[in-house]
């Protein structure tokens, strides 16, 4: 298959995500003054703006890729809720995957900046699992919805969406039916993915969820600590993102290591958002380990150029992976 057929091939995918979907709010200023009740700068509002976020980057990354992106998730029945079902509605994104809790609050990021500069982040959210209903409404909804599904992402942030009963129950009915699953983990259920097809952590994710030091420059040490994790977690591959030092994956009995390409970095925000959404469009299509490494280390690698969290633009990553990948 060639990189154009690849890429034409991506407007064919259904691709599930499950997940913690939030809100990231932005407030824009200017700082002239300190307040008198507190030393604390003054933000003089000129604008604001909420985008998707969470598991949200990685729909909005997937769409991008021209495939056809689902979330499922639980977010509030509150203001921030309807902003998050509004918002899925503008990017003409189903929300037939989004269940509404009385319980739960929506999960929202603001960040107040002044100029260039982030004066404070507000966190609101909650890390406690939904309940007993909604991970069983959740789950019928899921498996609803994952029978013409090409893959399913497991996108979690620790924020009570994601649960080892669910994923337990969602890797089991997609190896049932022949649909793979990628992961990208937290730390509370990082060692809860058995029997998942594609697992990416990141470095750290990685030291934390074995409890393990290695040496990382050390090519054996590294190796040996992917294949403790796949043994682990009885897994069929091992993804693994190593931020300025590239990617290594081990699937399919191969093992690679991808140094990054050389970048000017502005922003490495959603990175790893973006690798993953490349990787599930590559699995789903049954590609080599080498292109699924490949490409999704030139677009990781991509959206770092830009300032903020930005989805992969398909046709640069189509030019560079005709430029670096053609003969992989």
Same mark, same amino acid.
């Given at each position: ?227 403790? $994790?796949?043994?682990? %977690?009885?897994?069929? !591959?091992?993804? #693994?993102?190593?931020?300025?030092? =590239? @990617?290594?994956?081990?699937? /399919? ?37 080498? $292109?699924?490494?490949? %490409?999704?280390?030139? !677009?990781?690698? #991509?959206?770092?150029?830009?300032? =903020? @969290?930005?989805?992969?633009? /398909? ?14």
């Amino acid at each position: 298959m060639t990189i154009t057929e690849i890429f034409d091939k991506f407007n064919s995918l259904k691709i599930l995500i499950i997940g913690d979907v939030m809100l990231d709010a932005y407030t824009w200023g200017k700082v002239e003054r300190i307040s008198p009740e507190a030393p604390v700068p003054v933000v003089n509002v000129r604008s604001r703006e909420i985008r998707l976020g969470g598991a949200g980057n990685v729909v909005m990354n997937v769409q991008a890729l021209g495939a056809n992106p689902i979330i499922c998730s639980v977010i509030g029945k509150d203001s921030y809720g309807q902003s998050l079902l509004n918002l899925l509605e503008e990017q003409r994104l189903s929300t037939e995957g989004i269940i509404q809790s009385e319980t739960r609050i929506t999960t929202v990021k603001e960040r107040i900046i002044a100029g260039s500069q982030q004066i404070v982040r507000v966190d609101t959210e909650t890390e406690s699992l939904i309940n007993e209903t909604e991970r069983v409404s959740l789950s019928k909804k899921i498996k609803a919805l994952t029978t013409d599904a090409d893959v399913i992402i497991f996108e979690d942030y620790d924020k009570g969406v994601l649960s080892r009963e669910l994923i337990h129950d969602i890797i089991e009915f997609a190896n049932d039916h022949d649909i793979p699953t990628i992961v990208d983990p937290k730390k509370r259920n990082f060692l809860y993915y058995q029997n998942a097809t594609l697992f990416k952590p990141n470095l750290k994710e990685l030291k934390e969820g074995l409890a393990l030091q290695f040496d990382v420059k050390n090519p054996d040490e590294l190796s040996d600590a992917v294949m403790m $994790l796949k043994s682990m %977690l009885d897994l069929e !591959g091992v993804f #693994l993102t190593l931020s300025e030092r =590239g @990617v290594y994956i081990d699937f /399919k009995d191969k093992q690679k290591a991808i140094p990054a390409h050389v970048r000017t970095i502005a922003d490495v925000s959603g990175a790893g958002d973006t690798v993953i959404s490349i990787a599930a469009c590559c699995l789903a299509l049954g590609l080599s380990p080498e $292109l699924i490494a490949g %490409l999704s280390n030139l !677009g990781g690698g #991509l959206v770092c150029e830009s300032v =903020g @969290v930005v989805p992969i633009d /398909k046709e640069l990553l189509k030019q560079e992976a005709l430029l670096h990948l053609e003969n992989v």
